[in-house]
């Protein structure tokens, strides 16, 4: 089976594990420093803290902008359920606002109805790597003093208005699991220039203890606080050392996504009922995740039967994303079907295709043909 994605790992990448492996410091050692210092480095950003996984890295961010219980962020309900469960565990409350059908992003024109004076944050997701319409965003954000929490697990090396993502809001959150742009077997970051956001990640990830600006008197070297209640969302530095392995590849991994994305959109273009993913605008570049179709017109309901004819035929096609208040859970919650009309319309027709660095030029050309195939 031809995975829709899948990681890419070289000798070097292989290499770097080893040593750090051979090492005095698997975990809490100086590669999680460098690690975080290259990744603000690579998007611009003051600071980076690394966790253990994309979700961790959520709650951080959550955690870090002072959310407090009650309190309800604005997002969009195509993403994983992650971007929201983060939130609920901080008792917050999700607002889910449609999105775009062009791009399955937000539709920012309709953010400001859904403000109240109980929203405290914007958690816009990039959905396939996409950059959503920061500029409208921050605009809101501005207006209402909303915090701005960037879910780009998908969008790691994408760039809006010739910025990298991870630069652009107040807290931009990545992940680094394998069909991610980069990988450390599991994996996550917040990236943010506010320093006390970035005080405030550190010490959550590790327990909420730290061993600076104390509140009792130290009585010795032992000594450290806990002032705080945190996780244990600390990532290892043998991940670490992945991690700043395959940064050095990113730029790489992008442009070969960037191809395969060219060679679907010139290869398909002429297929009828199916709607390709748009093009890119000036100014934004996708890190190209996933490569979604929309089956259109007559074809619209046959989602079912060409998925299976797909994997039938060998090849990992997947769904992205069953809108996260569709769940079971988010259901006895009380959200119910029909809040997000083109969110769920969107969701009905959308197939994921295989697209990743080392996926084959052969591979390619057999989904091209296999689509064609059954789509004729
Ligand atoms: C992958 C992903 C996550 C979760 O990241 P993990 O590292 O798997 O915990 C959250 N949000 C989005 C949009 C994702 O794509």
Excluded at 64 to 80: M, R, V
Excluded at 110 to 133: C, F, M, Q, W
Excluded at 271 to 277: T, V
Excluded at 278 to 306: D, M, N
Aim: with cysteine; hydrophobic share 35%.
């Amino acid at each position: 089976m031809i995975p829709y994605g899948h990681q890419s790992i070289n000798d070097e990448d292989i290499e770097s594990v080893v040593n750090t492996l051979k090492s005095d410091w698997l975990t809490q050692g100086p590669l999680v420093l460098e690690f975080e210092k290259k990744l603000a480095q690579y998007c611009g950003a003051k600071y980076a803290v690394v966790t253990t996984n994309g979700t961790a890295a959520l709650h951080a961010a959550y955690y870090a902008a002072g959310l407090a219980p009650g309190d309800e962020i604005i997002s969009s309900p195509l993403t994983f359920p992650a971007t929201t469960n983060a939130a609920l565990w901080q008792g917050l409350k999700p607002i889910f606002v449609d999105i775009d059908p062009k791009t399955g992003n937000i539709n920012t024109d309709l953010i400001e109805s859904k403000i109240t004076s109980k929203t405290k944050a914007l958690v816009p997701i990039d959905y396939t790597g996409r950059p959503v319409n920061l500029e409208k965003i921050k605009t809101l954000a501005k207006k209402y003093q909303l915090i701005i929490i960037e879910d780009a697990c998908q969008a790691l090396g994408a760039t809006y208005q010739a910025k990298k993502i991870g630069s652009l809001s107040d807290l931009t959150i990545f992940s680094f699991h394998p069909v991610k742009s980069i990988t450390t077997g599991e994996g996550g970051a917040v990236l943010t220039d506010n320093e006390t956001f970035y005080k405030r990640l550190k010490t959550f990830v590790t327990h909420g203890i730290t061993k600076q600006n104390l509140e009792h008197e130290s009585p010795g070297d032992w000594y450290f606080e806990m002032q705080n209640l945190g996780q244990n969302y600390r990532i290892t530095d043998f991940q670490c050392s992945l991690g700043i392995s395959q940064l050095k590849r990113l730029d790489q991994f992008i442009t070969a996504r960037q191809e395969i994305a060219q060679r679907y959109q010139t290869a398909l273009a002429d297929l009828k009922n199916i709607e390709l993913p748009p093009l890119e605008e000036t100014g934004v570049s996708s890190a190209w995740h996933l490569y979604v179709i929309k089956l259109t017109g007559q074809l619209a309901t046959q989602r079912p039967e060409i998925f299976k004819k797909l994997r039938d035929a060998g090849i990992g096609v997947q769904v992205h994303h069953i809108p996260v208040y569709l769940h079971p859970y988010y259901q006895k919650l009380g959200y119910k079907p029909g809040l997000c009309p083109e969110a769920e319309k969107f969701y009905q027709t959308i197939i994921s295709l295989p697209i990743f660095p080392d996926l084959k030029i052969e591979e390619q050309d057999y989904v091209i043909k296999t689509l064609r195939q059954i789509i004729n």
